[in-house]
């Protein structure tokens, strides 16, 4: 059975960093392109971060700059680092897995920043 299993949420104050791990429990994870999604509540679920098998990022503007998607594939590991927070990053953050038609959820972790 697949499972994404996200870790490294909590609460953090404004300029403050958090890095997110999701371990993935998936056969051949190095062929998945790797994702980040966030959703705050009363707001629809967002991309955050994304990085293909090869490697190659992409990022929603608003973080760009602050946060850093990277992966470990002897870890079956996807990090998401993220520096200077802002109050509007606040959000549950979901990792995504995703090759050609399959595509998995973790549960979420909750991100909070706030003084």
């Known amino acids: 059975q697949v499972q994404l299993v996200e870790s490294g949420g909590g609460l953090v104050q404004p300029g403050g960093s958090l890095r997110l791990s999701c371990a993935a429990s998936?056969?051949?994870?190095?062929?998945?392109?790797m994702a980040w999604y966030r959703q705050a509540p009363g707001s629809q679920r967002e991309l955050v971060a994304r990085?293909?098998?090869?490697?190659?990022?992409n990022y929603t503007d608003s973080v760009k700059g602050r946060f850093t998607i990277s992966r470990d594939n002897a870890k079956n590991t996807v990090y998401l680092q993220m520096n200077s927070l802002k109050p509007e990053d606040t959000a549950l953050y979901y990792c995504?897995?995703?090759?050609?038609?399959?595509?998995?959820w973790g549960q979420g972790t909750q991100v909070t920043v706030s003084s």
């Open positions: 990085i293909t098998n090869g490697g190659k990022t």
């Open positions: 995504n897995a995703q090759f050609l038609f399959r595509g998995y």
């Open positions: 998936l056969s051949g994870f190095s062929l998945y392109a």
